[in-house]
């Protein structure tokens, strides 16, 4: 996986961190000893590894030795990761504990509401410190951006992937994916389950819409590869989802099982994509998703060996495969730990959310005792799993001795020191995406506004922002409408493009999201300080009427 990694990783390296000119190979500076021999030259340091250049194969030979120490209950516990019911973090201690998880995912649930990130390190340090059997703990999180945001006021406010993917610039999506790893490495989490490798179909998309880079294959290819990079060189283990891609598909597998109409062979030149180009870009794990296939239409790919093993040819992955969520609707409920055993057996690594991680594990146990789970496989699955935690323990510990080493110095919501300031990557994120769905690229600007319909909320927000950006706010001036539905000169949308289309404004913009620095964009282009660049990543029914500003 790390030679793929570095093909695109080194790359994006010398762009994020400000480095220009030159080759991607460091070239030795010219001194008066340059021809010197050797022996009389003096001894250089050992260069410190870079993240770009970390990865779960530097780790095999001691992920084999600390696999081959479990017992089978820590055997069977390390190919889980727990979730738990509550904010008692103490129940998610000792379920690891007691179990011998190989992790536990953080959702939102878990937080108090409206968490601070010292909130979220307190619970993150609880599960960090449960596990010490040389098999570092994995401490997940769903923190795509945009709508899947568990961490909620405890990490950076991040818009989903296809605001991103509207902005039309790789190096940002690379820097802003670097940013939001390197948050969530500092709030103590090793993986987010992220990026969304769907490729959407637009309105009757009801599961994965904003979370996808668009409906252009490749371009969504494109997207997808820099911000896997972007999150390896942030610090975090991240996962391609949901293989072999949900976009298409009309059925939330939250509620039920969705089927494709197509057999994975016939998706390989589209949605396929944005998981091959994940896969070159080196990311260390692919989600199978709850997706039935034509010839298994009742049976979860999560539960399908074909699946997984065509996942493995198709796409040559040797990383680790994880299920998607166990306890969703899409998988039975009711199987007392099977349906974890039926995951492995078919092919997963990591089985996420079982439903009931304690009943999990001892069904994995029995199943080896039973001779239903051959005890070698299982340990070529925990090798691959702790290679990777190894890797990003690696991989995290070496920007926190960067840090450590630098006087630089920055705030605590603004990442490791010497990294990128956040709050302008947010910002740059923000303005470039904007996207104007009807009208011109530049509105001619207003000094005063009145905002109707939306939620409370969104007006509020909105309101502070065209405060902040010098406009005034009252029952005058150009009237704006944060719903398609409410009559105004303006529509705002914050979601899904689509979702404004039926709006009869004669200006329109969407900004994907509703965090402060997309409503701030949103004032500022009102003020007609700022000209929206930002280019439809989807088409759909009146798409046409949207402008090229790119």
């Given amino acids: 996986?790390?030679?793929?990694?570095?093909?695109?990783?080194?790359?994006?390296?010398?762009?994020?961190?400000?480095?220009?000119?030159?080759?991607?190979?460091?070239?030795?500076?010219?001194?008066?000893?340059?021809?010197?021999?050797?022996s009389a030259q003096r001894a250089e340091p050992e260069k410190a590894a870079e993240p770009a250049d970390i990865g779960p194969a530097d780790f095999a030979d001691e992920a084999k030795e600390i696999v081959e120490s479990f017992s089978d209950d820590e055997l069977a516990g390390s190919l889980i990761i727990g979730t738990w019911s509550g904010t008692d973090i103490q129940t998610g201690v000792n379920l690891l504990k007691d179990n011998n998880l190989g992790g536990l995912i953080v959702m939102a649930d878990n937080l108090p509401e409206n968490p601070t990130p010292d909130q979220v390190k307190?619970?993150?340090?609880?599960?960090n410190a449960a596990r010490s059997k040389g098999q570092p703990v994995s401490i997940g999180v769903d923190q795509e951006g945009g709508p899947v945001s568990r961490l909620g006021t405890g990490a950076l406010p991040f818009p989903p992937l296809m605001a991103l993917s509207a902005t039309q610039d790789p190096d940002l999506t690379q820097t802003a994916t670097k940013v939001q790893g390197q948050n969530l490495t500092?709030?103590?989490?090793?993986?987010?389950?992220?990026?969304?490798?769907?490729?959407?179909?637009?309105?009757?998309?009801?599961?994965?819409n904003v979370r996808s880079a668009?409906?252009?294959?490749?371009?969504?290819?494109?997207?997808?590869?820099?911000?896997?990079?972007?999150?390896?060189?942030?610090?975090?283990?991240?996962s391609a989802k949901h293989f072999p891609g949900h976009g298409r598909l009309h059925?939330?597998?939250?509620?039920?099982?969705?089927?494709?109409?197509?057999?994975?062979?016939?998706l390989e030149d589209t949605d396929l994509l944005p998981f091959k180009s994940a896969v070159k870009a080196g990311v260390p794990m692919v989600m199978m998703g709850h997706i039935g296939l034509p010839d298994a239409k009742t049976t979860p790919a999560t539960l399908n060996e074909k699946a997984y093993q065509s996942l493995r040819?198709?796409?040559?992955?040797?990383?680790?495969?994880?299920?998607?969520?166990?306890?969703?609707?899409?998988?039975?409920?009711?199987?007392s730990g099977i349906e974890t055993v039926k995951a492995l057996s078919a092919g997963a690594d990591l089985a996420l959310m079982?439903?009931?991680?304690?009943?999990?594990?001892?069904?994995?146990?029995?199943?080896?005792?039973?001779?239903?789970?051959?005890?070698s496989e299982l340990q070529k699955k925990a090798e691959r799993v702790v290679a990777m935690q190894l890797a990003t323990a690696k991989t995290q510990k070496t920007m926190t001795d960067d840090s450590d080493g630098d006087d630089s110095g920055s705030g605590s919501d603004s990442g490791p020191a010497g990294s990128e300031d956040p709050q302008k990557v947010l910002t740059d994120v923000a303005e470039k995406s904007l996207t104007v769905l009807k009208g011109e690229c530049a509105f001619e600007g207003t000094d005063s506004i009145s905002i109707v319909g939306g939620s409370e909320k969104e007006k509020t927000e909105l309101t502070k922002a065209a405060k902040d950006a010098g406009l005034t706010v009252?029952?005058?001036?150009?009237?704006?409408?944060?719903?398609?539905?409410?009559?105004?000169?303006?529509?705002?949308?914050?979601a899904a493009p689509w979702t404004m289309r039926t709006t009869s404004a004669q200006s329109a913009v969407t900004a994907y999201d509703s965090n402060p620095h997309a409503l701030k964009a949103v004032a500022k282009w009102l003020k007609g300080d700022l000209s929206a660049s930002g280019k439809l990543p989807v088409d759909y029914d009146g798409s046409d009427k949207a402008p090229d500003c790119s």
């Avoid at 996986?1 to 010219?30: H, W």
């Avoid at 500092?186 to 994965?208: K, M, Q, W």
């Avoid at 409906?215 to 283990?237: F, I, N, P």
Wanted: with cysteine; proline share 5%; net charge negative.
């Fill in 1 to 38: 996986m790390r030679p793929r990694l570095g093909i695109i990783a080194a790359t994006a390296v010398l762009a994020l961190t400000g480095c220009s000119g030159g080759t991607s190979d460091p070239q030795p500076e010219k001194t008066g000893e340059a021809e010197a021999p050797q």
């Fill in 122 to 127: 307190g619970v993150t340090e609880a599960v």
């Fill in 186 to 208: 500092d709030l103590g989490f090793t993986i987010d389950f992220a990026p969304d490798a769907d490729v959407t179909t637009g309105e009757n998309d009801v599961a994965i």
């Fill in 214 to 238: 668009g409906d252009d294959h490749k371009a969504a290819a494109e997207v997808v590869a820099q911000a896997a990079t972007g999150y390896h060189l942030g610090g975090v283990a991240s």
């Fill in 251 to 266: 059925v939330d597998s939250h509620e039920s099982l969705p089927v494709s109409k197509k057999s994975i062979k016939e």
């Fill in 313 to 335: 040819d198709t796409l040559d992955f040797d990383g680790v495969i994880i299920t998607d969520a166990l306890n969703m609707k899409a998988v039975d409920q009711n199987q």
């Fill in 354 to 375: 079982p439903p009931d991680s304690t009943a999990a594990q001892k069904a994995v146990v029995k199943a080896m005792k039973d001779g239903d789970l051959k005890k």
């Fill in 474 to 494: 009252g029952s005058g001036g150009t009237s704006v409408s944060l719903s398609p539905d409410t009559s105004a000169e303006v529509a705002v949308g914050t």
